[in-house]
């Protein structure tokens, strides 16, 4: 099936630092979703995305919907341990559809 | 908030077997129900999407006598993966559109652990 490209594949960060991911495409998507998922569960949805342009914050986490409508960027500020997980980005289409396509994610590790 | 359950969280059957999994909106109604698959450090692959009271629609390759999808109401949704093998297991995760959510984003399950031996 079709997968955005998603980069970085993983990273190591130290506590504090602030860490930023994104999400490509090559075709126009108009809803942005970045979802976190720890292991063995499902995706908890961190932030929502609805017109190109829009910049969104859920505490120390913001996101941004490209202006080309092609991409999106994920950032979190001051990590802390808990943040570890693998991050999602996931987009639907401009084609009517109510399905979304997931990123290939981000696996981040947060060093105490 | 918006809450799915997914039952069971863990299954392990022998080969040959066939093995459903439900998925429920607890305190919303959902319209429509998206079934995915994830392997080990993968992502999500959609495998179909379930609409109340109609045929499920399945993406390219999954194999609808295999994986079959109910959608009797508005807050249950079931995936029967029959004849199972061992190539089946993996992790399935469902999520749940409200029925007004055209914009929102989507809540998943738990997931379901299947281990077919």
């Known amino acids: 099936g079709q997968q955005l490209n998603q980069s970085p594949q993983s990273m190591f960060i130290q506590e504090g630092e602030d860490v930023s991911m994104n999400c490509t495409s090559s075709?126009?998507?108009?809803?942005w979703l970045w979802y976190k998922q720890d292991p063995g569960e499902g995706p908890v949805l961190l932030i929502a995305?609805?017109?190109?342009?829009e910049l969104t914050s859920n505490g120390r986490l913001t996101a941004q919907f490209g202006i080309t409508r092609k991409d999106s960027f994920l950032n979190i500020s001051a990590s802390i341990p808990s943040d570890v997980g693998i991050y999602f980005c996931?987009?639907?289409?401009?084609?009517?559809?109510?399905?979304?396509?997931f990123g290939t994610g981000t696996r981040l590790k947060v060093l105490a | 908030g918006a809450v799915v359950s997914q039952h069971p969280s863990r299954v392990i059957c022998k080969s040959g077997t066939s093995v459903k999994i439900e998925c429920r909106s607890l305190?919303?109604?959902?319209?429509?129900m998206f079934w995915y698959r994830q392997f080990p450090k993968q992502s999500l692959m959609l495998m179909a999407t379930?609409?109340?009271?109609?045929?499920?629609?399945?993406e390219q390759g999954v194999e609808k006598d295999k994986f079959l999808i109910n959608h009797a109401s508005l807050t249950l949704s079931t995936l029967t993966v029959t004849s199972a093998h061992p190539e089946d297991s993996s992790f399935y995760i469902c999520?749940?559109?409200?029925?007004?959510?055209?914009?929102?984003?989507?809540?998943f399950g738990s997931g379901t652990r299947l281990t077919v031996v």
């Open positions: 305190d919303f109604q959902a319209t429509t």
């Open positions: 075709s126009i998507f108009n809803t």
């Open positions: 996931a987009g639907r289409p401009d084609s009517g559809t109510y399905k979304y396509i």
């Open positions: 999520s749940a559109r409200p029925v007004d959510g055209i914009n929102y984003g989507y809540t």
């Open positions: 995305l609805y017109k190109a342009g």
């Open positions: 379930s609409n109340e009271g109609s045929k499920a629609t399945y």
